[in-house]
């Protein structure tokens, strides 16, 4: 039963992204499918190390790291995983307005809830979810993934196609920092 669940949700969303390239000009409807398509079949790139080293070693990352490390959450990140860590590069976080960025960051339980929303447990993948698939942040509220024709994204934010697999987990470089919804 679950193995036709899964087929049938498939071939809906491949019929949801060819109805949605159909609508484009033909030369566009081919690039989309082809876009998904190599996107998809792009291998992890591998990492020796954990989720935080590779954060470390990657520089258009080092504003996430200084947060990690102002949050104390290096510890949590390096442990036993698998989690998945959607990373805002520092471009995105140079989107977020200056007084809202500041004010996050100097709040350490503001700035974890922050981080965590960007932390799901196990393994996500945006580049498998052809409809829109919901996960569960180490924050407690949802993110939701889905490829469609502006690529692979979580929530609003573009996510690259190439993940990196690290020992703990798998980092997915994304072009905006998500906020969850404050109450």
Not at 62 to 81: D, E, F
């Amino acid at each position: 039963m679950r193995h036709a669940l899964r087929s049938i949700t498939v071939r809906l969303g491949l019929a949801t992204l060819l109805a949605a390239a159909a609508v484009a000009p033909a030369s566009a409807s081919t690039s989309v499918l082809q876009r998904y398509l190599q996107c998809k079949h792009t291998t992890l790139t591998e990492f020796p190390g954990t989720i935080v080293d590779a954060a470390v070693a990657t520089p258009e990352l080092s504003t996430l790291v200084n947060l990690v490390q102002a949050a104390n959450l290096v510890g949590p990140l390096s442990g036993k995983g698998p989690l998945t860590v959607f990373a805002p590069t520092n471009a995105a976080f140079g989107k977020v307005p200056p007084a809202l960025l500041n004010l996050i960051g100097s709040d350490v339980g503001l700035l974890t809830s922050v981080l965590t929303y960007h932390v799901t447990p196990g393994t996500a993948d945006p580049r498998r979810s052809l409809l829109s698939s919901q996960v569960t942040t180490l924050q407690g509220q949802s993110l939701f993934l889905v490829y469609d024709g502006n690529g692979a994204s979580v929530n609003q934010s573009v996510a690259a196609c190439k993940g990196v697999k690290t020992t703990n987990g798998t980092v997915w470089i994304i072009d905006s920092v998500l906020l969850p919804q404050f109450r």
